[in-house]
């Protein structure tokens, strides 16, 4: 699992950590489609996607409206229930053919336990998610059609995009996860293309080299 040592939550905690972490993890196999979890769902552990990606829906939304976030390799997710013991908030389903390594809340528990500052290193997990979450409400917030499709790029980017700055999303997509119409989604691409910040393929979009930084 030396993806998840590379990028995401596990890459900034100290090195004897992450292979605490990783040592007690078991790891499952999704085909896509295939439920991690759904809201209401009793306390679980934590996830790491190692290989395919992930899709967080609010379900209480509108089904072609749900979707709130993609997570790729070293997305960590499941952080909330896992921490506080509460029911699943999210519908959390593979969106392609994936694996993922999976700490339970007992191994979650056994860890911090053991090594006290672990819960300063899931802390920093549930800040990077939270400022994940925000970012999505201030770009849902802005007026400008632009302005709002190039923020949602800027967060997927963050979990979701290969060393190539691609982002494996669609229009339809991103239309769900800005709340925007998918022909308003369209021109607004169209001008970022036009200013040279994307490169727009099919189901996929470049965010070209030295534009802007990921959230």
């Not at 090195?15 to 078991?26: H, I, M, N």
């Not at 306390?43 to 993609?70: A, F, K, Q």
């Not at 053991?114 to 201030?138: D, F, H, I, K, Q």
Request: net charge positive.
């Amino acid at each position: 699992m030396k993806v998840l040592r590379r990028s995401g939550w596990l890459s900034t905690t100290p090195e004897d950590f992450g292979r605490a972490v990783l040592s007690r993890c078991d790891e499952i196999t999704l085909q896509a489609g295939e439920p991690v979890y759904r809201a209401g769902d009793s306390t679980g552990g934590i996830y790491g996607v190692v290989t395919g990606r992930v899709e967080l829906h609010l379900p209480h939304l509108r089904e072609d409206r749900s979707l709130t976030h993609i997570g790729g390799p070293g997305y960590w997710f499941g952080d909330l229930a896992a921490v506080s013991g509460k029911p699943r908030r999210f519908d959390v389903r593979a969106r392609d053919d994936s694996r993922l390594a999976r700490l339970s809340r007992a191994e979650i528990l056994r860890l911090t336990g053991e090594m006290p500052e672990g819960w300063r290193y899931l802390a920093t997990m549930m800040m990077s998610n939270l400022e994940l979450a925000l970012n999505y409400v201030e770009a849902v917030k802005a007026k400008d059609s632009v302005t709002r499709v190039r923020a949602v790029l800027r967060n997927l980017a963050t979990h979701c995009g290969n060393d190539d700055g691609i982002v494996g999303v669609s229009q339809d997509d991103l239309a769900a996860l800005a709340g925007l119409s998918r022909k308003t989604v369209n021109s607004a691409m169209k001008r970022l293309e036009g200013t040279g910040e994307v490169t727009v393929s099919y189901r996929s979009v470049r965010i070209n080299p030295g534009v802007w930084a990921p959230a």
